[in-house]
Structure formats: structure tokens, C-alpha cells
């Protein structure tokens, strides 16, 4: 049985870039353009992983990620931040909202891989 992500970005490429990386590892991925569409996107869906960006229109990561750790389905399924921000401040707001693992852009394919595979049982 495949696994699923939902990827999480308003950058069109990103999400391209990110969903084919995973697609390469055997997941199957639903893309959603920010955190409100990726939000609609989670109801009913069957989610091993989502991987998000935090800087988006009308929802940011960390508010999608809070949101979706308010879900049943969503408590213990790994959430990865994707941005190109850096500062501890931010990535200590990611852990108190849940978010399981933060890496920056530009994403090294392999190493996105590596931290899926820490992750997702």
C-alpha cells in the first residue's frame, strides 16, 4: 500500500520539485497552493506526511500545522517545514505548533528523502 503526502506550498515549481522527489520514493501526493486549500484538502484524505512552507497567502504553515493538530488523523502524522526561513524564533514557533522536522530551501532531494524516512514509519 503507498504512502500519501500533502505538500504545501504557493510556489508552483516548489510544489512540482517536492511532490516529484516524494513520487520518486513511492508516495502518492496531493498538492495544496496554502495552508487554507491544503486544510480542505486534509479532510478525509488518508495522510502518511505533509510538508509545508511557511510563508503563504491566506494561511501560513504554522497556522496549518496548528490546525491540523487539532484533527484526530492528524496528531501523530509527521509535519516537515519546508521554508526559506532560518531563525531560531521561527523553528521554536514550528515545534510549539507540532511541526516534527524543519529544513530550508533550496531542498537537497536526497536529504528530504533521508528526513521522510526518519519519519515516516
Same mark, same amino acid.
Request: proline share 4%.
Given at each position: 500500500?503507498?504512502k ?6 504557493d510556489?508552483t515549481?516548489?510544489r512540482?520539485?517536492v511532490a516529484?522527489t ?10 495544496g497552493c496554502? %495552508?487554507?486549500? #491544503?486544510l ?8 502518511n506526511?505533509?510538508?509545508?512552507? *511557511?510563508?503563504?497567502?491566506n494561511m501560513?504553515?504554522?497556522t496549518l500545522?496548528?490546525?491540523l493538530?487539532t484533527l484526530?488523523?492528524f496528531?501523530f502524522i509527521?509535519i ?5 526561513e532560518?531563525q531560531d524564533?521561527?523553528k521554536q514557533? %514550528?515545534?510549539? #505548533?507540532?511541526a516534527t522536522?524543519?529544513?530550508t530551501k533550496?531542498f537537497?532531494?536526497?536529504?528530504? *528523502?533521508?528526513?521522510?524516512a526518519k519519519?515516516?514509519?
Amino acid at each position: 500500500m503507498s504512502k500519501t503526502a500533502l505538500v504545501v506550498d504557493d510556489s508552483t515549481s516548489m510544489r512540482q520539485m517536492v511532490a516529484f522527489t516524494l513520487q520518486s520514493a513511492g508516495f502518492e501526493v496531493v498538492e495544496g497552493c496554502d %495552508g487554507k486549500d #491544503a486544510l480542505a484538502k486534509s479532510q478525509g484524505g488518508n495522510f502518511n506526511l505533509v510538508v509545508t512552507d *511557511l510563508n503563504m497567502p491566506n494561511m501560513d504553515g504554522i497556522t496549518l500545522i496548528k490546525e491540523l493538530r487539532t484533527l484526530p488523523a492528524f496528531k501523530f502524522i509527521p509535519i516537515l517545514m519546508l521554508t526559506t526561513e532560518s531563525q531560531d524564533e521561527k523553528k521554536q514557533q %514550528g515545534r510549539a #505548533a507540532g511541526a516534527t522536522g524543519w529544513m530550508t530551501k533550496p531542498f537537497n532531494p536526497e536529504q528530504l *528523502l533521508q528526513v521522510v524516512a526518519k519519519v515516516v514509519k
